[in-house]
C-alpha cells in the first residue's frame, strides 16, 4: 500500500519557483511529523523543512527564506512551495512521516517514504 505520493517536479531556470504535494492520508497528517528531504546524485539525503503534528515548520538553513511547508487543512497533503530556486536546489525530492508527532532532521527517524520527484534547476 503506497501512502506517501509526490507530485509537481519538474525542471525549471534559476529564480523560478516549484510547488511539490506529497498525498497522503488524514491519519498521516494529523498524527505524525512530517517532513521533505531531497538527495543529489553522490550526495546523502538530506532534511529540508518539517513540520510537527501541531502544525511547527521547521527549515534548513539552505532553504530559509525561499521555501514554505505546509499542511492545508483538511486536504490530506503536504505542501513544498519552493521559490528562488538556486541550481545547488537540484535533486530527487522525498515527502516523508515519522513515527513520531514531533519531528527530528535525521532520515532515519522517518519510517514511511515516497517514490519522489525530481527537481532540476538550470544556471
Known amino acids: 500500500q503506497v501512502e506517501l505520493v509526490e507530485s509537481g517536479g519538474d525542471s525549471v531556470q534559476a529564480g523560478g519557483s516549484l510547488r511539490l504535494t506529497c498525498s497522503t492520508s488524514?491519519?498521516?497528517?494529523?498524527?505524525?511529523?512530517m517532513g521533505w528531504f531531497r538527495q543529489a546524485p553522490g550526495k546523502q539525503r538530506e532534511g529540508v523543512a518539517t513540520?510537527?503534528?501541531?502544525?511547527?515548520?521547521s527549515y534548513a538553513d539552505a532553504v530559509k527564506g525561499r521555501f514554505t511547508i505546509s499542511k492545508p487543512f483538511r486536504q490530506n497533503t503536504l505542501v513544498l512551495q519552493m521559490n528562488n530556486l538556486k541550481p545547488e536546489d537540484t535533486a530527487m525530492y522525498y515527502c516523508?512521516?515519522?513515527?513520531?508527532?514531533?519531528?527530528?532532521?535525521?532520515?532515519?527517524?522517518?519510517?514511511?517514504w515516497g517514490q519522489g520527484t525530481q527537481v532540476t534547476v538550470s544556471s
Open positions: 488524514a491519519f498521516i497528517t494529523n498524527t505524525y511529523c
Open positions: 516523508a512521516a515519522s513515527g513520531t508527532a514531533d519531528c527530528t532532521w535525521f532520515a532515519t527517524d522517518f519510517n514511511k
Open positions: 513540520i510537527t503534528r501541531d502544525w511547527f515548520p
